[in-house]
Nanobody
């Protein structure tokens, strides 16, 4: 199976920056898309940013120009650099990857445990 371990969350003032990291480990044949989602209290989980195996990225409109997703293919790690943070960015951020554990098996989605990001005004 695939394990995802996140780090880098915390408390920051509005306008500040944080960098989230998520490392994948375990039995992995291939990782397809990796990404970050977030869930604020009382709201549904939403996609923040994704990066495909080919390097194509996709962002939530409200974070475009402020957040940057990147990926280290050797370390099987995905990063989310968050700049110009706003109070509305406060949420639990979850790492996600779509991966195959064996060559002849289909891919599945895996999730990290979540890391809290709190932006104070």
């Amino acid at each position: 199976q695939v394990q995802l371990v996140e780090s880098g969350g915390g408390l920051v003032q509005a306008g500040g920056s944080l960098r989230l990291s998520c490392a994948a480990s375990g039995t992995i044949f291939r990782i397809n898309t990796m990404g970050w989602y977030r869930q604020a209290p009382g709201k549904q989980r939403e996609l923040v940013a994704t990066v495909t195996s080919g390097g194509s990225t996709n962002y939530l409109d409200s974070v475009k120009g402020r957040f940057t997703i990147s990926r280290d293919y050797v370390k099987k790690t995905v990063y989310l650099q968050m700049n110009s943070l706003k109070p509305e960015d406060t949420a639990v951020y979850y790492c996600n990857c779509n991966a195959q554990v064996r060559a002849l098996l289909g891919s599945l989605d895996y999730w990290g445990q979540g890391t809290q990001v709190t932006v104070s005004s």
